[in-house]
């Protein structure tokens, strides 16, 4: 089946701890992005690619880093992660136009 | 910069009526433009897009929108809403001229409401 997985679903964690939340997809898209959603906000993109080795910021990047060794993975990672990056997250991948979205991760973070 | 907005953060319909869920974009180039919708606790999945050509384009589950150039709109409509059309829907927008061309730009979004 063609899909995006995206690794937690949910998660909890605290000011300053390093974490990663992963993302894969089995469709072979060059294209990939990370996006956040909060209410009244809608979804703001953080960080795309265009293929391996080749990422680029969208409009909310600080506080994120992201990486593309391979095809597949496109993972997002959070340095010193901090309250105001308590966000429900999305990862997408896409050949042409459309995006195919992950389940997405809701992050707390206290 | 490119921006997306949806005036309505609601919709309200009743089931068996005509829906339409506005957008209007702000491009310096052509736009692709794209909808998609957001069920409770799911991810988003795609609904349709203009590229180019025709200026109305057809969709998935009978939702179709109207590009219209000069008034920079991307209206979603449907001319019989169903109660599971009730959902959070978000128009979206690509510049595809000059750089930043692979940057997509979301609305805020709209809720629309099918009462029965």
């Known amino acids: 089946e063609a899909q995006v997985t995206q690794n937690p679903r949910y998660l909890i964690t605290v000011t300053g701890k390093k974490l990663t939340v992963t993302c894969s997809q089995n469709m072979n898209h060059e294209y990939m992005s990370w996006y956040r959603q909060d209410p009244g906000l809608g979804l703001r993109q953080i960080y795309y690619s265009m293929n391996v080795e080749v990422t680029d910021k969208g409009d909310v990047p600080e506080g994120y880093k992201v990486s593309r060794k391979e095809k597949r993975n496109f993972p997002l990672i959070l340095e010193s992660p901090s309250p105001n990056q308590t966000s429900l997250y999305f990862c997408a991948s896409s050949f042409a136009y459309e995006q195919y979205f992950g389940p997405g991760t809701r992050l707390t973070v206290t | 910069a490119q921006s997306v907005a949806q005036p309505e953060d609601q919709v309200n319909v009743a089931e068996g009526n005509p829906l339409t869920v506005k957008c209007t974009y702000s491009?310096?180039?052509?736009?692709?433009l794209f909808w998609y919708v957001q069920y409770p606790n799911r991810g988003l999945q795609f609904l349709l897009k203009y590229i180019t050509g025709d200026n109305l384009v057809k969709g998935s589950y009978g939702f179709e929108a109207e590009f219209n150039k000069s008034q920079t709109s991307f209206h979603l409509k449907k001319p019989s809403a169903l109660v599971s059309d009730s959902a959070l829907y978000f128009c979206a927008v690509r510049d595809v001229s000059g750089a930043g061309s692979y940057q997509l730009t979301f609305g805020k979004g709209t809720k629309l409401s099918v009462i029965p």
């Open positions: 491009v310096s180039g052509n736009p692709y």
